[in-house]
C-alpha cells in the first residue's frame, strides 16, 4: 500500500504579497490562514469621533455583519454609539 501525500505544500514562510495570507515552513494550503475582509463602517464606542485626545475605544466589523441603518440609529440614541463610514 502506497500512502498518497500530494498536498500542495508551500516551502516558505511569511506573507504573500499579493493577498496578505500568512504562510509557514512545509504547510498544507488547506491550513492556511487568511484574514477577513474588514467592512467599511467603524464605531466609536468611547471617546468621540476625532475628538479624544487620549484615543477612543473603535470596533471595526468584518464584511457582511455590520448592522442596518434602523440599529446604527438605535445604538446612537441609545447608547451614544457613533457608527461612521471609511
Known amino acids: 500500500m502506497v500512502d498518497d501525500y500530494s ?15 500568512w504562510y509557514a515552513k512545509e504547510m498544507p494550503e488547506a491550513l492556511l490562514y487568511k484574514p477577513p475582509e474588514k467592512s467599511g ?3 466609536w464606542l468611547m471617546g468621540d469621533y476625532g475628538k479624544c485626545q487620549h484615543g477612543a475605544i ?3 466589523p468584518n464584511k457582511g455583519q455590520e448592522p442596518n441603518w ?17
Open 7 to 21: 498536498l500542495n505544500t508551500t516551502n516558505h514562510s511569511g506573507i504573500d504579497e499579493d493577498d496578505g495570507t
Open 41 to 43: 463602517w467603524k464605531v
Open 58 to 60: 473603535v470596533y471595526h
Open 70 to 86: 434602523f440599529h446604527r440609529k438605535m445604538q446612537e440614541l441609545c447608547f451614544g454609539f457613533q457608527w461612521r463610514k471609511l
